[in-house]
């Protein structure tokens, strides 16, 4: 049931559904239950329970199938290509983080320089 603490109904659902894939409750493959059975479940309405599935999707914890259901996405297992592909992107993110503070000195050289202050 969803509780009155001020956070929307659909981001309870969200977490309950999460924890529940995260536990092994609703493991991979699994199909969630119907949007009716969530309804009930969660006493709210159908639009709140699809807009928890849709954000549910959006982060790719679950994948939709025409006429079959939603279902629990299968995680593929974090190899070493994985890890590299993360080492990659981090020195990536930390040569354009450098770039930018250079380019940030640099334009508030030329800012000092141009708006001087009247003496």
Same mark, same amino acid.
């Given at each position: ?42 006493? $709210?309405s159908?639009?709140? &329970?699809? #807009? *928890? ?7 790719? @914890?679950? +994948?939709?199938? !025409?006429?079959?259901? $939603?279902?629990?996405?299968? &995680?593929? #297992? *974090? ?7 993360? @080492?990659? +992107?981090?020195? !990536? ?14 334009l ?12």
């Open positions: 049931m969803v509780e009155k603490t001020g956070r929307p109904a659909y981001l309870q659902i969200v977490d309950e559904l999460r924890d529940q894939i995260r536990s092994g409750a609703l493991p991979a493959g699994t199909a969630l239950p119907s949007i009716a059975q969530l309804c009930e479940r969660f006493d $709210v159908a639009s709140v &329970v699809k #807009a *928890a599935i849709s954000v549910l999707r959006t982060e790719g @914890t679950v +994948v939709g199938q !025409q006429g079959k259901g $939603v279902f629990v996405r299968e &995680v593929p #297992a *974090a190899g070493p290509e994985s890890s590299a592909v993360s @080492t990659e +992107v981090l020195d !990536q993110l930390a040569h354009m983080r450098k770039s930018l503070k250079e380019l940030g000195d640099r508030a050289t030329l800012e000092a320089a141009v708006f001087q202050e009247p003496k």
